[in-house]
């Protein structure tokens, strides 16, 4: 059994930063953010292939978020700058200990974290 653990979320003013980490017990293969605010459906947020360190983003958060890891440390981190009000969410780490065609799509992974609470206020 995978273990996903968040940390780093929190109140941010609009215009600021939060960096989210997420912690697997094991090494694996992709792994993914991925946010629901109030009210709506779970989205995307960015993904990273472990091996080649292939990145994807959504596109409300390219030129905003960074997605990295640490190999040897099997963690990922979500670098969120420039945050906005509609960032606010519980934002969800995903992994998948085994290759997945699409970085993008929630029903691809076979782990998650509980969630860390990002809100941004105005």
């Known amino acids: 059994q995978v273990q996903l653990v968040e940390s780093g979320g929190g109140l941010v003013q609009a215009g600021g930063s939060l960096r989210l980490s997420c912690a697997a017990s094991?090494?694996?293969?992709?792994m993914g953010w991925f946010r629901r605010a109030p009210g709506k459906e779970r989205e995307f947020v960015a993904g990273?292939?472990?091996?080649?360190?292939?990145?994807y983003y959504a596109d409300s958060v390219k030129g905003r978020f960074t997605i990295s890891r640490d190999n040897a440390k099997n963690l990922v981190y979500l670098q969120m700058n420039s945050l906005k009000p509609e960032d606010t969410a519980d934002y969800y780490c995903?992994?998948?200990?085994?290759?997945?065609?699409?970085?993008?799509?929630?029903?691809?992974?076979?782990?998650w974290g509980q969630g860390t609470q990002v809100t941004v206020s105005s």
């Open positions: 995903a992994a998948s200990t085994y290759y997945r065609s699409r970085a993008d799509d929630p029903v691809q992974y076979d782990y």
């Open positions: 990273i292939r472990w091996s080649a360190g292939s990145t």
């Open positions: 094991v090494s694996t293969y992709v």
